[in-house]
C-alpha cells in the first residue's frame, strides 16, 4: 500500500460504502444551547493564593492527571477542541463528518429513552445524518480488531516468559490491557516506567477505528484525511484526553500537517445536551439503516459482538489462549471468581494439575493500586489483567447519562448491564467478516509490521509538569 495518500478528492465515494441520508426528513432547530466556556482553572489560582503575580500558568491536556477532580466535572467545557460547539461547527463546512459510537454509550442512551440497543443505533442514525453527518459507524468492530492483536501479543509475551529463565521471565507478563484512557494516564504519570512494559501496545478501539478511517477507509476511497472530521461517542471524559494524545496524531505526504485519528470526543451525555437541545423525541425517530462498512450487523439487521461490558479483554484473550496454547474449549460465559469485590475477579485454567493461565478483572482505582503494587515487588502471578479505572468498568463511566432522580447508581449499573448485550448477537471476533477484510485488504496478519504500525503505540513516562509548577506558586 502507497505511503502516499492520493490528492484525489472524492468524498462523494463514501456514499458508495455508507446508508444514503436522503429521505431523513426530521426537522432540527438551529443548536441553541451553547456551551458557555469554563474559566474553572482560575479558580484554583485564586484559591492557592499565589505570592508572587507572575504569567498565568498554561494548562494544556497534557497536563491532567486524570484524577477526576476536574475533568469529570462541568468544567471539563474548557477542552476547546472536544465539545459540542466544536463538534457543531464542524459540520457542513465541506469535510465529511463520521461519528464512531461506542457500545456503552449505546446502553447509556437505550436506558434512558427505554429502547434496544439495536434501536438507539437507528435512530441515533437518523439524528446524526439530519444534523450533516455522512457516517455513523460501531466502535465495537474496531475492537474486535483490537481483541485480535490482543490475544496476538498474548501469545507472543507468553512464550517470551516460559522461555526466558529467571528475573528475565518476569519482564513479559502480566500483560496489562490499555483501552482505558484513565489507567493509562495514571500509569504513566504516576506509576512511571516500571509498570509501562507490561501495557499492551494495542491501541484503544476508539483510536483504532480513527486508524482505520484516517487510513485505510482514506486511501481506499482516494479520500484525503485531512477531509475527514471524526468524532466518537465514549462513555468518559478520559477518551477526550486519548484522542489528544501526541501518539495519535500523523503527518500526510511528510509535510508537516497533522491529522488526528479522532478529531474530537463527544460523552454520552453531551450527545443527550444535544438531543435536548433539538427538542426533538428521539423516541418517535424513524429508524434509519446502519451504515455497515465499519459496523457490527449481520445481514438479518442484528448486532454482534463480544460480551464484558469493558472490552470483553480478559475473557477474549483467554477463551482463545486456553484452545491455541493448550487445546482447551473453556465454558461460556467464563466463571471469573469474585476476589476481594465484584470488581476484582478471576479465572484460571488448570492442565495437569498445574495453573497455566490466570487473569483478573480489577476495576477501579482501589484494585488496580493493590494489583500494580504486586507488579512491582514481582508477586503478581496474574498472566493478564484487565485494569479499568472505573468503578464497575465502562458503563460507569463519568460521561454516561446521570442516575434518574430516586435511582440509586446501582439499580442504573444493573440496568446497563441487561441492556448492554440486549438483542446482541455473542460473535467471535476471529469470524468478523470486516475485520478479516481488513488484514486481507491491509494489515496483512495479526502482529504485521502494519499492524504495529497502525493499531498499536507506545507509553512514555510523564513529567508532572503542572505539579511542579504550582509548587512555584
Ligand atoms: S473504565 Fe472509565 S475511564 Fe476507563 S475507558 Fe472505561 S469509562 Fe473511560
Not at 161 to 174: A, R, W
Amino acid at each position: 500500500m502507497s505511503e502516499k495518500f492520493s490528492a484525489t478528492l472524492r468524498i462523494g465515494d463514501l456514499n458508495d460504502y455508507i446508508a444514503p441520508s436522503q429521505g431523513c426528513v426530521v426537522s432540527l432547530k438551529a443548536n441553541s444551547n451553547r456551551l458557555e466556556k469554563s474559566e474553572g482553572f482560575g479558580k484554583v489560582g485564586r484559591a492557592a493564593k499565589p505570592s508572587v503575580q507572575s504569567e498565568p500558568v498554561k494548562i494544556s491536556l497534557k497536563d491532567c492527571l486524570a484524577c477526576s477532580g476536574c475533568i469529570t466535572s462541568a468544567e471539563t467545557v474548557m477542552l476547546e477542541k472536544q465539545s459540542l460547539d466544536e463538534f457543531l461547527s464542524n459540520i457542513n463546512k465541506g469535510k465529511a463528518v463520521i461519528i464512531s459510537v461506542s457500545p456503552q454509550s449505546r446502553a447509556s442512551l437505550a436506558v434512558h429513552f427505554d429502547i434496544s440497543p439495536l434501536q438507539v443505533f437507528r435512530k441515533l442514525t437518523t439524528f446524526f445524518k439530519s444534523l450533516g453527518v455522512k457516517a455513523i459507524f460501531d466502535t465495537s468492530c474496531a475492537r474486535d480488531l483490537t481483541l485480535i492483536e490482543s490475544c496476538n501479543e498474548f501469545i507472543a509475551r507468553y512464550k517470551l516468559s516460559q522461555s526466558t529463565d529467571g528475573e528475565g521471565s518476569k519482564l513479559h507478563l502480566p500483560m496489562i490491557s490499555s483501552a482505558c484512557p484513565g489507567w493509562i494516564c495514571y500509569a504513566e504519570k504516576t506509576l512511571g516506567s516500571y509498570i509501562l512494559p507490561f501495557i499492551s501496545s494495542v491501541k484503544s478501539p476508539q483510536q483504532t477505528i480513527g486508524a482505520i478511517i484516517k487510513n485505510y477507509i482514506c486511501e481506499k476511497l482516494h479520500i484525503r484525511p485531512e477531509e475527514i472530521y471524526h468524532v466518537t461517542v465514549m462513555p468518559c471524559y478520559d477518551k477526550k484526553l486519548e484522542a489528544a494524545r501526541d501518539d495519535f496524531v500523523f503527518n500526510v505526504d511528510g509535510d508537516g500537517e497533522k491529522i488526528t485519528e479522532v478529531d474530537s470526543v463527544l460523552t454520552t451525555g453531551e450527545v443527550l445536551e444535544l438531543i435536548q437541545s433539538k427538542a426533538i423525541d428521539f423516541k418517535d425517530l424513524e429508524e434509519f439503516p446502519l451504515d455497515k462498512l465499519l459496523t457490527n450487523i449481520d445481514e438479518e439487521g442484528h448486532l454482534y459482538g463480544v460480551p464484558g461490558s469493558s472490552g470483553g479483554y480478559a475473557e477474549t484473550v483467554f477463551r482463545y489462549v486456553a484452545k491455541i496454547l493448550f487445546g482447551k474449549e473453556v465454558e461460556n460465559p467464563l466463571n471469573f471468581k469474585i476476589i476481594r469485590n465484584s470488581d476484582f475477579q478471576e479465572v484460571s485454567l488448570e492442565v495437569d494439575g498445574k495453573t497455566v493461565l490466570k487473569f483478573a478483572q480489577c476495576y477501579g482505582f482501589r484494585n488496580l493500586q493493590n494489583v500494580v503494587r504486586k507488579v512491582k515487588m514481582g508477586k503478581c502471578d496474574y498472566h493478564f489483567l484487565e485494569i479499568m479505572a472505573c468503578p464497575s468498568g465502562c458503563l460507569n463511566g463519568g460521561g454516561q447519562i446521570k442516575p434518574r432522580p430516586g435511582q440509586s447508581a446501582k439499580d442504573l449499573i444493573q440496568l446497563l448491564e441487561k441492556s448492554y448485550m440486549e438483542n446482541v448477537l455473542v460473535a467471535n471476533p476471529l469470524e468478523n467478516p470486516i475485520i478479516k477484510g481488513l488484514y486481507d485488504e491491509w494489515l496483512e496478519h495479526p502482529g504485521s509490521e502494519k499492524a504495529k504500525r497502525y493499531i498499536h503505540t507506545e507509553y512514555h513516562p510523564v513529567v508532572k509538569s503542572i505539579t511542579s509548577q504550582l509548587q512555584n506558586w
